[in-house]
């Protein structure tokens, strides 16, 4: 079964960086199509970015867009979220997401992942 563990989470002021990672094990990373989601306090999850299996579809929600950066490193198994100009509406628990298929349903719908992470938490503040 795969397995997804993120990283890099953490309390950073507004305006500041962070480096998330997604490590895959249990199947190679280069068939899976990866997405990156976050829920804060008292909202349903929301769709931030995703990149396919060969890193050449790339989308971002209108909220990360010029902001963050997904990438993808097959032959390390990891994933990653560069997260630039953290606003505290950023602060929230981030997941990883992996699924084969594309669905057609949507880049962002978190039904169509098969296999998720433990999230990670950020806190953007001063």
């Known amino acids: 079964q795969l397995q997804l563990v993120e990283s890099g989470g953490g309390l950073v002021q507004p305006g500041g960086s962070l480096r998330l990672s997604c490590v895959v094990s249990?199947?190679?990373?280069?068939?899976?199509?990866i997405g990156w989601f976050r829920q804060a306090p008292g909202k349903e999850r929301e769709g931030i970015s995703y990149?396919?299996?060969?890193?050449?579809?790339?989308t971002y929600a209108d909220s990360v867009k010029g902001r963050f950066t997904i990438s993808r490193d097959n032959a390390k198994n990891t994933a990653y979220l560069q997260m630039n100009y953290l606003r505290p509406e950023d602060s929230a628990v981030y997941y990883c997401?992996?699924?084969?298929?594309?669905?057609?349903?949507?880049?962002?719908?978190?039904?169509?992942?098969?296999?998720w992470g433990q999230g990670t938490q950020v806190t953007v503040s001063s």
């Open positions: 249990g199947w190679s990373l280069h068939y899976y199509h």
């Open positions: 997401a992996a699924r084969q298929l594309d669905s057609g349903l949507g880049w962002n719908n978190a039904a169509t992942f098969d296999d």
């Open positions: 990149i396919n299996s060969r890193g050449g579809d790339i």
